[in-house]
């Protein structure tokens, strides 16, 4: 398996415009997590799904974040309007649920927002 | 919540020397869980603490859970180059739900 993969590794933007991460879980991982990672506030949990379900999305800090995950293989987290603290590396990661997340990582995708 | 706390928040250590960090959980935690991230890369997983004291070994790094499964720490004897990054605790965030409460990190940095 080539592992999670995400899209774009790097993305520049400015203010006011629409953002769109996009991830792709390993095959077979029925659990998906989207994190957030700055140097002040560390990893934070945004969001998660479980068989393609939103369970928990109280780590989305405003409207303008919402995620959706079509189907197992695909899921993505978009930002409108973007905002300049927006700006940090957006990790995906996936996990089969034997009793504990062990949760495989993608490469991140690195935001700034102007 | 539950939260993680790790210190120290950054290592400065020489080549060769050994180095430690630790995690506190403000909660009992069924298991405990290490990563490591590298300079631009992301948190990768390193191993799991389930049992109450339990004590697990990869080759230079020691891994323990305490007694009371609210701490644990990680040991790395005659630290190397290769072993610079971020090492994160992480624990399940309590409550039933999913997913994993990251501390934030201890950043080691290595003089040769």
């Known amino acids: 398996d080539a592992g999670v993969i995400q899209s774009p590794r790097h993305e520049v933007t400015e203010m006011g415009q629409e953002v769109t991460l996009r991830c792709k879980p390993i095959s077979g991982h029925d659990y998906l997590f989207w994190y957030r990672q700055t140097m002040m506030r560390g990893l934070e949990l945004l969001i998660y799904f479980n068989n393609n379900v939103p369970i928990d999305d109280s780590g989305m800090p405003e409207d303008r974040f919402s995620a959706k995950m079509p189907n197992a293989s695909f899921s993505t987290l978009k930002i409108q309007p973007s905002e300049p603290r927006d700006s940090a590396v957006y990790f995906c990661?996936?996990?089969?649920?034997?009793?504990?997340?062990?949760?495989?990582f993608g490469a991140g995708s690195r935001l700034t927002v102007l | 919540g539950q939260q993680v706390m790790q210190i120290p928040q950054y290592q400065h250590v020489q080549e060769g020397e050994d180095f430690t960090t630790y995690c506190n959980s403000s909660t009992t935690l069924s298991n405990i869980q290490w990563y490591k991230q590298r300079p631009g890369g992301h948190p990768v997983f390193l191993i799991q603490l389930v049992k109450s004291g339990e004590v697990k070994k990869q080759k230079r790094l020691t891994f323990q859970f305490g007694e009371a499964k609210k701490n644990s720490s990680l040991h790395i004897t005659a630290t190397q180059t290769t072993d610079v990054g971020t090492y994160f605790c992480a624990g399940p965030p309590g409550g039933g739900a999913d997913g994993l409460t990251f501390g934030k990190g201890t950043h080691l940095i290595i003089q040769p």
């Open positions: 990661a996936s996990s089969f649920h034997t009793g504990a997340n062990v949760l495989t």
